[in-house]
């Protein structure tokens, strides 16, 4: 085996194994397989243009080469991004650990409690700061929260609102430029009109519904906003208020003084910059927005032995569910980053945190009176870590040249002022560097600060409740303890470092640790979003690189990398669509034709793009019914703006007149998105722009190997053809996208742009011959899993010489008649140390399989033999030969304490409940918790730290 070659490292290319899946298959070369799996007619003539492949030695060598390119500045710009320290203690036993990186979204509650105990402690963490009783798992950064307020407040108008069609939403011009953006991307498509102003001298009428103001100011003065809000809920108006987590450690909480909402990011709590995200946003609210809250919530419940337990709370609220009913198309959240940011929370206490805050303030009081003395015109409002200016624009650009000569970066947005937001990372030396700078500027001597710890906030804007009482918050500050609690939470989820995650359409592969590593290097850490564009010239060419690297995969002219999650990158994609249309003058089109083998977010990302949704029929063999598709294009032909497909489809394989239904939407008026969730059975072989796609989405944390993170982060780039290459999202801070590109659709100018190292990395160690040695093996594995299984299971769909792409639905209804649910054998399978593949989508009863180009033939086996044995067990029930009610299945998981304890009732031995098969004595993982009761939980929801009895 060559050892310098990754694409060894990333499939099992045993030979023998190899040979038997493919005799297995009924096929005597790869080739022969590939050629009956995807239609001739897409199929690329040329190997793709990508460099060759680095060794993973050569790639950490490449990477730290780029990362000396992004230069190390100091830097005070403030802006909702702010250097932090990131405890070692987080970054080894979080960050940089695979199991708390690799594991899936917790949908599998009993083998998922860990993550959810930390994400449990991120909403107490942030319902103590805002005030508020209720609050999500995070969201995607602070505009998308802020957008997803403005949203929810839209939805929730009155009565006399909607009649009065009031459809006006206030913002606050202190509101950051980048959020303004990004909500008035998703205004532009809600129908929503957004009016920025003045607080202090605008007036609201009966037009608006909704306000948005930010504390503290986008220029750092903190402003108590109750008397504001007061006169705003006389007038009916819903109001959010976009905050700094660290500042409300000190300052009167969002929800004292009235609003209904707060949003905001928890970067500061320990997150690296990364040059704008990954970060966990927050969001808080009234509970009687429950029904409409956006993302994901953690609640308590019990398990079916009535022990305590944890799990996704009003998950009918999701929009795979609700689909073109939804409110939001979020369908992610920031997992790994709200665990770091919730064990930040814990580490610290409160008192850490209000030293931490203490001390930022404390500094930004000394340079505030450093250059005050020094004679420079400060502003005197109050504020809490941010020193404000008055300087002309021409005395703006002397000092920046100035400034950059001592390699200091300040914020120079604001017509009219500079600004200086001090962080955790600022040491009373860096003060002093900042004061001699400024005292050089003025031809001045400078003078060494020596910061006085005394408050300068005005007594009304401090908080006077107390929080983060929670015995969480109040245990674990020594590093052993807290490494310790980390590692129990850890050994409570089952990852990738387990076993194969065969989830359908989310493509659990391997996240190498070479693709991982440049992470944790400052360089890549350190970076802020709106430094000048030379300053990151690391991240600059890494990012070129990879715009062009996956617009040549998929055939396009040009890539975004803007978008955050893979709906992001659906919503983006309309909304390019939509102006695309409108700029040549056909901005009427409004109908979205999507299949019912479309994947589940699509609809709500075209309600959300302000599309109306018409569903194409499938056949009952899966394919798209082409008869039904002919008849709603020329029924909609004059207002048909998009055709979304999923391709291959939900269903499991590619349709083969794909061309002629792409051919058929472009004669008509319409453009085509497809969606890249299934890109995987895809790369070195077809491409979203050989089947006649005009934008596509790609899912990075599936496809090109960033890890999921327990549900996030993800990043959701669009690749578009030549013409829609003008209408690419922008930023207003930095210069990026389109020459007539929409609004922002993410806070930061591209996106999650740390984690960009490692779908770089990936497409960079396996070069173009890899990539599709990589598509290779995910239709190799998912063809020999259906063959194994077919003996024993229906298979629902295959195309016509019955082949599935990279996936297959494995069909578990003909056992309902036994009482036995799909939801029963994925339950079982954690007994046998597996994850469940996706359960009852596309279809309900189902599971739909994937298996990855990165497990082994053995791995496979493993889980096809698993899947059997249930069955088996199933065949038991049938037989007579185990209770209807009272069986494996039915009981199912079984915990380490149900199996060991003197109270054994079950009508089955300890043994086949804990080791039905042999070798799961060697891989043996116990699900912490028995049985989640998902209804006792929504009927009781709580969703804090606090104790059940409390609520009950």
Same mark, same amino acid.
């Given at each position: ?149 403005? /949203? ?60 948005? +103001? ?55 709590? !320990? ?26 919530? &953690? ?14 709370? +009003? ?11 939804? =409110? ?9 980053? $709200? ?38 015109? =400060? ?22 040249? %100035? ?6 970066? +300040? ?19 860096? &003060? ?22 005394? /408050? ?11 929080? @983060? ?27 990738? *470092? ?8 989310? *493509? ?16 890549? !850490? ?6 000048? &564009? ?94 039904? +598709? ?10 048909? /703006?998009?055709?979304? &497909?999923?391709?291959?489809? *939900? ?29 995987? $059975? ?22 090109? $190997? ?29 210069? =990026? ?6 609004? $922002? ?83 079982? @399978? ?7 593949? =996706? ?7 189902? %599971? ?105």
């Amino acid at each position: 085996m060559n050892t310098q070659q990754f694409v060894n490292r990333h499939i099992n290319f045993n030979e023998a194994d190899k040979n038997a899946m493919l005799q297995k298959i009924g096929v005597s070369s790869v080739e022969e397989l590939i050629s009956q799996t995807i239609p001739d007619a897409i199929r690329l003539e040329n190997e793709l243009d990508i460099s060759a492949p680095l060794s993973e030695y050569e790639m950490l060598q490449h990477s730290k080469e780029l990362a000396a390119k992004n230069l190390d500045y100091d830097t005070y710009i403030g802006f909702g991004y702010h250097n932090s320290i990131l405890p070692s203690v987080i970054q080894r036993n979080i960050l940089e650990n695979p199991s708390w990186y690799t594991a899936y979204t917790p949908y599998q509650a009993e083998i998922a409690q860990g993550r959810l105990e930390a994400l449990l402690n991120y909403q107490t963490l942030i319902t103590n700061l805002t005030g508020f009783h209720l609050a999500n798992a995070s969201l995607l950064d602070e505009g998308t929260a802020a957008s997803e307020a403005m /949203s929810m407040f839209f939805s929730n108008r009155t009565k006399d609102q909607k009649k009065a069609e009031a459809n006006k939403f206030f913002v606050s011009d202190l509101v950051l430029p980048q959020t303004i953006a990004v909500l008035k991307t998703k205004a532009d498509g809600l129908g929503i009109d957004i009016i920025v102003g003045s607080h202090e001298n605008f007036e609201l009428n009966a037009e608006f519904f909704g306000a948005i +103001l930010q504390y503290p100011g986008k220029n750092g003065v903190v402003i108590d906003y109750t008397g504001l809000i007061s006169n705003y809920k006389a007038l009916n108006l819903q109001v959010v208020v976009a905050c700094d987590p660290l500042a409300l450690v000190k300052l009167k909480s969002p929800a004292e003084m009235g609003a209904d909402c707060a949003v905001g990011t928890t970067q500061r709590f !320990g997150i690296p910059l990364g040059y704008g995200g990954p970060h966990a946003a927050f969001f808080a609210c009234k509970e009687e927005y429950k029904r409409d809250i956006p993302g994901r919530i &953690i609640g308590v419940t019990q398990d079916a032995y009535g022990k305590r337990a944890l799990r996704m709370a +009003l998950q009918t609220r999701e929009q795979h569910i609700k689909r073109e009913k939804a =409110t939001s198309n979020i369908c992610t959240a920031q997992v790994l980053l $709200a665990v770091m940011a919730s064990m930040y929370a814990v580490y610290h206490g409160k008192a850490g945190l209000e030293y931490i805050a203490d001390q930022i303030h404390f500094k930004t009081n000394a340079l505030r009176d450093a250059l005050s003395a020094l004679g420079y015109d =400060t502003v005197k409002e109050p504020v809490f870590d941010t020193v404000k200016i008055s300087m002309s624009e021409e005395e703006k650009d002397k000092l920046k040249r %100035l400034m950059l000569d001592h390699k200091i970066n +300040l914020n120079y947005f604001t017509e009219g002022f500079v600004s200086i937001s001090i962080n955790e990372t600022t040491t009373t030396e860096k &003060i002093d560097k900042v004061v001699a700078a400024f005292a050089q500027f003025k031809q001045k001597q400078g003078f060494k600060l020596e910061p006085k710890a005394v /408050s300068t906030l005005p007594e009304n804007l401090l908080r006077k409740d107390d929080i @983060l009482k929670e015995e969480v918050f109040n245990k674990y500050h020594t590093e052993t303890e807290l490494m310790r609690y980390i590692k129990r939470l850890e050994r409570k989820d089952l990852s990738l *470092t387990h076993s194969m995650i065969s989830l359908g359409s989310c *493509t659990m592969k391997l996240n190498a640790a070479t693709e991982m590593i440049p992470l944790s290097w400052e360089h890549w !850490g350190a970076i802020h979003p709106f430094v000048p &564009i030379n300053q990151a010239d690391g991240y600059q060419k890494l990012i070129k690189t990879l715009e062009k690297d996956l617009a040549t995969i998929t055939g396009f002219a040009a890539t975004s990398l803007q978008p955050n999650s893979g709906a992001q990158g659906e919503y983006a994609g309309l909304m390019v669509i939509r102006a695309y249309q409108k700029s040549i003058g056909q901005g009427h089109r409004n109908i979205c034709l999507i299949p019912q083998s479309a994947h589940g977010t699509n609809p709500a990302s075209a309600v959300i793009a302000g599309l109306k949704v018409v569903v194409v029929k499938n056949l009952e063999g899966g394919q798209i019914d082409f008869e039904d +598709l002919k008849a709603k294009v020329e029924e909609h032909k004059d207002n048909l /703006s998009a055709f979304m &497909i999923t391709y291959p489809s *939900t269903y499991g394989f590619f349709d083969d007149n794909v061309k002629e239904i792409t051919d058929l939407i472009h004669e008509n008026g319409g453009q085509v998105y497809m969606d890249g969730a299934n890109m995987n $059975a895809q790369v070195g072989f077809t491409s979203p722009g050989n089947i006649g796609a005009d934008v596509c989405h790609l899912n990075l944390h599936k496809t090109f $190997a960033i890890p999921h993170g327990g549900g996030g982060p993800g990043v959701g780039p669009i690749c578009v053809a030549k013409h829609l290459v003008p209408f690419l999202p922008q930023n207003p801070n930095i210069p =990026t996208g389109g020459s007539q590109g929409i609004d $922002a659709i993410s806070s930061a100018p591209y996106g999650s742009s740390l984690v960009l190292n490692i779908s770089y990395a990936y497409i960079k160690m396996l070069g173009a011959v890899g990539l599709r040695n990589s598509t290779e093996f995910a239709i190799i594995n998912a063809n020999y899993l259906k063959e194994v299984l077919a003996e024993h299971f229906p298979i629902l769909y295959a195309n016509k010489k019955g082949r599935v792409a990279h996936e297959c639905i494995v069909d578990f209804r003909q056992f309902k008649p036994l009482g036995i649910e799909v939801a029963d054998v994925a339950k079982r @399978l954690m007994d046998y140390g597996f994850h469940a593949p =996706t359960v009852s989508f596309p279809v309900a009863g189902t %599971l739909m399989i994937e298996p990855t180009e990165s497990e082994s033939k053995a791995e496979l086996d493993r889980f096809a033999e698993a899947l059997i044995a249930i069955k088996a067990e199933i065949e038991e029930i049938a037989e007579g030969k185990a209770d209807a009610h009272n069986n494996v299945l039915k009981n199912a998981p079984h915990t380490e304490q149900v199996v060991i304890s003197d109270a054994w009732d079950k009508p089955y031995s300890r043994e086949k409940a804990a080791y039905p098969l042999e070798w799961v004595r060697e891989h043996k993982f116990f699900a912490s918790v028995s049985r989640v009761d998902e209804a006792f939980g929504d009927r009781n929801l709580v969703c804090t730290c606090e104790p059940i009895e409390s609520y009950m």
